[in-house]
Structure formats: structure tokens, C-alpha cells
């Protein structure tokens, strides 16, 4: 459905990406994992257009979209939750649930999106009169997740969604990730969490300094000594 | 709710605290004194002590003098209403309001002692001795001084210990008195225009200033209508909110008829002086709203904004005039013209535009300032004169006409001047709830996150200043009728800081504040004369004092109040946590 094929990216004269490939199937779970500074939140700018790449492609069901404005992208089809949360702080959550369906016009598909994300974060119809920047960490994830949701995306793209949360919400937060895909979304996740990531992940792919080292289904993954030492923690 | 956050304002032990509120009382006294000595010597008391508030009681320049100890007493004592002891609060008010004072004596007794000063400091003039001296002559009058000055300081510490309800009720008597004494011109020459009312305005006006008897009816009735009102306003607007539709949709329209009904009739009431000042707020309300559109709605700081004020000033005078020494002038009419100079406007707004798209913030302000001056230099050119008329500018343009009705004064130009904002208004409020509107919002607090939203940047950047650039095109095209003549000079840097300063002051985004940014910083300097040396000084020191105390303007926007404000009302950061918590255990049994 969606696929990378030796995707290169620079900031300036910085060779951030070094050939990307990855593939993610309609229906899916795929995750990317890798350290600090790896190239995954890169990896994500490239497919949402916010940089383009210098060499190869991007394709969503055989069609292009390297090159393309942001703005087509998501229209095409790719949501995003964006790193650290990025929600719009003075808006209410309301508000912000509304700028994600910013691309869409069909009002009563809209209203019925916003009782979707109202059911499956309850909390945010509670609050849906206070500005975002007053909810709590785990709100505003949720919010952001929700947000990405109001423009239907073929493909959701979460960018670090536990990072900064305590460890139970973590917990919550995938099974959310865990919920959307039974309900048939497709899901790009990208995480430091790598134990957390491989338990809802159906495949995934490791990624050092701009290459992708490893690429299996996520339960080899788990067993694989490099992922074990360097990403679990395991001796 | 706000409560007060330094840490002065929360003695946990009076003892240890005590000293250092008495040394901060002392502090802002000092800083209030040489603010005050500045004052006096760039010549604003005096100029000011020509103006009467209230007639043989009070000028202006007394009420700096003793004001500035208020001020520094009030300040002193802010963030002490919830200190134990009422005395203690009083005299830190009066410390401060001394030291104040104290400034002002010690000035007087130098400039009596060093006449030659005034070679150096042109207004240390005796007739400032006699101000600092509240007309009491050399000893007896720095001791009054002081007094008075420590008295005013007290007083501002009470302030504070009375319930909150009197004490803002207290303060919007006396800056509404004062307000009315300032413009009692104004008010004036209004009511002498009807008979009927000519026995009320004797009785609150003398030829110069309030009557005393007037002053004291006018502070108490400020006082009572604000007390009542902060005690049954919330009923009152409960009421109208509980009314069936129907009749608050009536309530509504009534109230709109009705200001339409005081702005129609508003240059006749006034008269030609007060509609020549009319005229020129509207033109910076047009402006503003335009301008607010690009910084408050999109967020986009444009220095240059003047430009496209010029390019439809010189699209009209270009179009219209009748002179021989412009190759081009073409003797059109006014409305003929109109949608030229608004076309041209538009498409310079996008030409500025479109090399900006990548350009953010301060990169931004600069790119657009320089756009400014090169519109104005051109405009000067002496290449271009043939046809932009070089420095002596396009003459003979004619007067808009509609069949016999001429907008010749400025009674007339009012309302042409109304249409443009009247359409500026409504353009503006439809915008802002559209969904142009919310991708500009989106677009000013975040780029990247707009554009993961499928916000179209550059549609929305050049749409902003597109929009922008067509309102300051109508203004523009107001103005060079309205003068006859246009020359470069008068599209110089300091009207794009003004309109940006009307903006900013007024409330970044909001159009009512917008609206009143105008008629404060361009109404009030035409209404009261003597501010017109001091505008500018009086101009940063009000954005200044703004960005202080009051950041998101005078009457804000409602999201930006929101983010101003979010430290105050915020959630702490342990409730937040605790939201999580609760999240998480909801998460793990659902």
C-alpha cells in the first residue's frame, strides 16, 4: 500500500536518509524502530512531503507521491500525528478535531468522524471545550491521534506516540494504536519503545544512521540478538 | 482565578519578607521619580498644565505631578492585598509615593538653583519651578509637595485594601473623569449645538474644563453605575441570554440599528473639526483591519504595509488628476478608478508575496520593510517622475461624486470613509469563522503542523496579503481624494508602525479591539493637542507598557487571550499529571 524505494534525504549538505526501502500492507501494524537521530522522524517527513527526497520514490497504491505539496499528500490519503505532540495549544479540542478535517467537506461525515474519536477517547469529549494546552500529556497524544484520524487516512502516520508519557499511559496509548488497527487502519509506528512497538506491530524495520540494518515480522524481531541488545535491553 | 506569584506577594514568614516589600516600595518609588524628572524635563508638564480637567481645581501637568506619586504608590503596593497589616501596606504605598516626589522637589530646588541648566535642558524653566512647586512659592510649596505626594502614595495603598469591587470602581471614576475633562472640547462643542442641552453642558463644563460640580457628579456616577453593574451585570446578561430566540435576534438588530443610527448621524452632531478627526481614525481602522488580517489573523509581521496604502493612493491620483505634468493622468472619475487602484493593490500584494513564501518572522518583518521604502523611493524617483509626479507629487484630484452629491468635506468623506470599514468589518468576520480563517490560525501557530493538515501554505500566505493589501488599496484611494494632492512623503515608514501599533495595541486578531486601537492611538493625540509633540514618545511608551501588562491589547481576540493567559490559568503541572493517572487506571480496566 504504501512504499519507500531507496528513499534519500538531506537536510542541506547532511545525507540524512541513506536508501530507504520499506513497505507497509493494507491492514497492518509496521513499525520503525531505531535510536536517537536514526532517521525515523526523518523517514516521516519524507513521506508527508515536509522534505522531499533527492533520490528515489514514494507510492500509495501505485500512485507517486515524492515531490507532491504536504497539502496533496494528506489529501491523498496520509494522516499524521506529529512528533512531541504538536497539537495547536490555544485551540480547543474541538477546534483542533476540526483543522484535522480541514481537507474535507462532507459535513455529515465529519460529525460522524468526531462521535468515532469522541468514542474512542471519552476524555476528549469531556473536555471538548478546554484549549488544548490545559490537557494533561496523555490527553494531548490522544488528541493528536484523534486529529489524524479527521481526515480518514488510507495510512497513520504516529510519530514517537508513547514518548514522555508514564508508563501506564503508555500502556493505554497502545491499545488504542492496537484498537484502530482491528478497526481497519493501516499504521506506520514509529518508536524509541521497541518492546512496546513489536508487541502490537505485525512487522518492522530497524534503522541506524539513515540505513535499514533489519526487517522482519515483529516476533523474529523480538527474538533477534541485535534488536535484543540494542533495543530491548536484554543481555 | 489570578493570584499574584512573586515571590514578595506570599510572605510565608512576615518577619523574613517584611524588609525586602519595604526595600521593592522604595525601588519602584525611585523608579517612579525618574520617570516622573524625565517627564518634567522633556516638557510635558508644562505643555500639559495649559489643560484644564477640572476648571481652577486641576490642569493636566498638576495631575502628572501628583499622579506620578499615585502611580508609584499603587505600584509599590500591588501585590500586597492579602498582607496582614493594613498600616504597613499604607505606608509602603506612602514611602514609595515620597521617594516619587521627593525626585520632583529635589529638581525644582535645582533648576531654582542652577538657572543655567536651561541651555542644557531647554524646559527647566521657572514656570516648571511654579508647577513642582503647586504654585506655593520656593520653601513652602516643596514641603506641600512632599506631603502631597506622600499623601497620594497612602492613598494608593488603601486602594488595595478596600474590596475589589470598590477599588476598580474607584479607579474607572477617576480615568473616566479624567477622560471627560480631557475631551470636555469635544463634548463641548457638541452639546452647545443643541439648546435643549446647553443648560446640562453649562453645568458640567466651564470654557475651560469640568466644573467642579460636574467633576464630582461624573466620578460618582461612574462609580455607582460600575458597582451596580459588577453586582447584577452578570444577572442582566443572564437575562438576555435566557430570552427566547426570537426576541434576542430583535435585541440585536435593535442595537445594531441604533449604532448605525449614531454613526449616520455622527459627523452632523459633532461638527466639521470633530469629522476631520473621524475621517482620519477611519482611515487607520481601514488599514488596520486590513493589516490585522496579515499579522493577526495569519500571523505574517509585514513592516511594510504603508506600500500598498501608497499604491492605491497613486493608482487614484495617477488615474483621476486632471494635471498636465503627469504623462499618464488620466481624468477619470473616482469609482472608475476605485477598482484599478484595489486591483493593483491586490496583485502587489502577491508580488510581495510570493518572494516571501519561504521567509519566516524576523527574516519576514525585514523583507517586507524594505518592500516599503523601495514603493515610497520610486514613488520619489526622479527616473519616474514623468509619471509618478517625483517629489512634488500628483496634483488635482478630483472629489468622488455620486450624480450631484459631492464628498467635499469631510462631513461628506465620513461616509465613504464608513463604507470602507463597514466592508472591511464584515469581510473580516467572515473570514475569521470560515475555513480560511482556521488554515491562517493553523498556519500562525504552526507551519509544518498546517501543512500535515493539508493546509495549502502558499494559497493561504498570498491570500492573507492579497486581502490585506486590498483594504490598505481602499484606504489609500480615500485618502488621495480626501487631500486633493498626494506627495511621497506621505507614505513613509512611521504609518506602517502606526497601523502595526494600532493593531497591536488594539488586540492582535480581535476587530473590535482593532476598531478602538484606532481611536485610542489616533483619535485621542487629534483630540487633545498638546500630545501632538509627544506622540511618538507617548506612542512606545504605551507599547511598552503593553506589552507588560497587557499583551494580548486592549480588547483581545479570544484564542489569544487564551495562550497569554495560559500560564495564569493553567493547569498545574501536578494536576496534569494526576488527568494521566486517572487516564491510565481508566485505560487498564477498560
Known amino acids: 500500500m504504501l512504499e519507500l524505494r531507496d528513499v534519500h534525504s538531506y537536510y542541506g549538505h547532511i545525507h540524512a536518509l541513506k536508501g530507504i526501502s520499506l513497505s507497509v500492507e493494507k491492514g497492518e501494524i509496521v513499525t520503525l524502530i531505531g535510536a536517537n537521530g536514526a532517521g525515523k522522524t526523518t523517514t516521516l517527513r519524507t513521506i508527508s512531503g515536509l522534505l522531499h527526497p533527492r533520490h528515489g520514490s514514494i507510492w500509495l497504491d501505485g500512485e507517486r507521491l515524492d515531490g507532491l505539496p504536504p497539502d496533496i499528500i494528506v489529501r491523498k490519503g496520509v494522516g499524521q500525528s506529529p512528533e512531541g505532540r504538536q497539537i495547536f495549544p490555544r485551540l480547543t479540542v474541538m477546534e483542533n478535531l476540526e483543522m484535522g478535517a480541514y481537507t474535507r467537506n462532507d459535513k455529515e461525515g465529519i460529525r460522524r468522524d468526531l462521535e468515532h474519536v469522541f468514542g474512542l477517547f471519552p476524555r476528549l469529549a469531556e473536555r471538548r471545550n478546554q484549549p488544548g494546552g490545559t490537557l494533561s500529556g496523555g490527553e494531548q497524544q490522544m488528541l493528536a491521534i484523534g486529529r489524524a484520524l479527521m481526515c480518514r487516512p488510507r495510512v497513520l502516520l504516529l510519530d514517537e506516540p508513547s514518548m514522555g508519557l508514564a508508563p501506564l499511559l503508555v500502556e493505554t496509548i497502545f491499545n488504542i494504536i492496537r484498537e484502530l488497527n482491528r478497526e481497519g487502519t493501516t499504521i506506520l509506528l514509529v518508536e524509541q519503545n521497541a518492546a512496546k512497538a513489536l508487541a502490537v506491530a505485525h512487522r518492522g524495520y530497524v534503522i541506524e544512521t539513515g540505513h535499514i540494518v533489519l526487517s522482519d515480522n515483529a516476533a523474529n524481531l523480538r527474538q533477534n540478538d541485535l534488536v535484543r541488545k540494542a533495543y530491548l535491553g536484554e543481555t | 482565578m489570578t493570584t499574584p506569584t512573586t515571590s514578595l506577594a506570599q510572605p510565608t514568614t512576615t518577619l523574613a519578607t517584611a524588609p525586602s516589600a519595604w526595600r521593592d516600595a522604595l525601588r519602584i518609588g525611585l523608579i517612579g521619580g525618574v520617570c516622573a524628572v524625565l517627564v518634567a524635563l522633556i516638557g510635558m508638564i508644562e505643555a500639559f498644565s495649559n489643560r484644564n480637567i477640572i476648571a481652577g481645581v486641576i490642569t493636566l501637568g498638576t495631575l502628572l505631578i501628583i499622579g506620578s506619586a499615585f502611580l508609584s504608590g499603587y505600584f509599590a503596593t500591588r501585590s500586597a492585598s492579602d498582607s496582614p497589616r493594613a498600616a504597613e501596606v499604607i505606608g509602603r504605598g506612602a514611602l514609595a509615593g515620597l521617594m516619587t516626589s ?203 504595509y504603508v506600500a500598498f496604502y501608497a499604491i492605491g493612493a497613486y493608482m487614484i491620483g495617477l488615474l483621476t488628476s486632471t494635471s498636465k505634468e503627469i504623462v499618464f493622468a488620466g481624468g477619470w472619475s473616482f469609482w472608475a478608478a476605485l477598482p484599478f487602484a484595489i486591483a493593483v493593490a491586490i496583485l502587489a500584494g502577491a508580488i510581495l508575496g510570493i518572494p516571501v513564501l519561504k521567509i519566516r518572522g524576523d527574516y519576514l518583518a525585514i523583507v517586507t520593510l524594505g518592500f516599503g521604502e523601495i514603493i515610497r523611493l520610486l514613488a520619489q524617483s526622479d527616473f519616474l517622475k514623468p509619471v509618478l509626479g517625483g517629489s512634488r507629487g500628483v496634483e488635482l484630484i478630483p472629489k468622488p461624486a455620486i450624480g450631484p452629491f459631492e464628498f467635499a468635506g469631510p462631513q461628506e468623506l465620513y461616509y465613504l470613509i464608513l463604507a470602507g470599514c463597514v466592508i472591511a468589518v464584515f469581510v473580516s468576520l467572515r473570514l475569521k469563522d470560515s475555513r480560511q480563517g482556521r488554515a491562517w490560525m493553523a498556519m500562525r501557530e504552526d507551519e509544518d503542523v498546517a501543512q500535515t493538515m493539508g493546509i495549502n501554505l502558499v494559497n493561504t500566505k498570498l491570500l492573507a496579503f492579497m486581502i490585506g493589501a486590498s483594504l490598505a488599496g481602499i484606504a489609500g484611494a480615500i485618502f488621495a481624494s480626501k487631500l486633493a494632492i498626494i506627495y511621497p512623503h506621505s507614505f513613509n515608514l512611521l504609518i506602517s508602525i502606526l497601523v502595526l501599533a494600532v493593531v497591536i495595541i488594539g488586540g492582535m486578531g480581535s476587530i473590535p479591539g482593532v476598531i478602538l486601537g484606532a481611536l485610542v492611538l489616533v483619535g485621542l493625540p487629534e483630540l487633545l493637542r498638546e500630545f501632538s509633540d509627544y506622540r511618538l514618545l507617548l506612542y512606545g511608551a504605551a507599547l511598552v507598557l503593553m506589552m507588560l501588562v497587557r499583551p494580548e491589547g486592549l480588547w483581545p481576540e479570544e484564542a489569544r487571550q487564551r495562550e497569554l493567559h495560559e500560564a495564569e490559568e493553567e493547569v498545574s503541572l501536578s494536576e496534569k499529571l494526576a488527568d494521566d493517572e486517572e487516564l491510565a487506571r481508566e485505560g487498564a480496566t477498560g
Not at chain 2, 452647545?192 to 460618582?220: D, E, H, K
Not at chain 2, 444577572?235 to 449616520?264: E, K, M
Open chain 2, 102 to 304: 521627593l525626585f520632583l522637589t529635589l529638581l525644582a530646588l535645582f533648576v531654582n538653583a542652577v538657572p543655567t541648566i536651561r541651555s542644557m535642558f531647554i524646559n527647566a524653566s521657572p514656570a516648571l519651578v511654579q508647577l513642582l512647586t503647586l504654585g506655593q512659592g520656593m520653601p513652602a510649596g516643596n514641603l506641600l509637595l512632599l506631603v502631597v505626594g506622600t499623601m497620594m502614595g497612602a492613598l494608593a495603598g488603601l486602594l488595595q485594601l478596600v474590596p475589589p469591587v470598590f477599588h476598580r470602581s474607584l479607579i474607572i471614576g477617576v480615568v473616566i473623569t479624567i477622560l471627560i475633562g480631557m475631551m470636555q472640547d469635544l463634548l463641548r462643542v457638541t452639546f452647545q449645538n443643541w439648546s435643549a442641552l446647553r443648560p446640562v453642558s453649562n453645568f458640567f463644563f466651564t470654557s475651560n474644563g469640568l466644573a467642579p460640580a460636574g467633576a464630582a457628579t461624573i466620578f460618582a456616577l461612574a462609580i455607582v453605575f460600575n458597582v451596580v453593574w459588577s453586582q447584577r451585570g452578570d444577572r442582566v446578561r443572564a437575562g438576555i441570554r435566557s430570552l427566547p430566540p426570537a426576541q434576542r435576534r430583535a435585541l440585536n438588530l435593535g442595537l445594531v440599528i441604533f449604532g448605525g443610527i449614531i454613526l449616520l448621524a455622527l459627523p452632523w452632531v459633532v461638527g466639521l473639526f470633530f469629522s476631520e478627526v473621524l475621517v482620519n481614525v477611519g482611515l487607520f481602522v481601514l488599514m488596520a483591519l486590513g493589516l490585522n488580517i496579515v499579522v493577526g489573523f495569519a500571523g505574517l509581521l509585514d513592516l511594510g
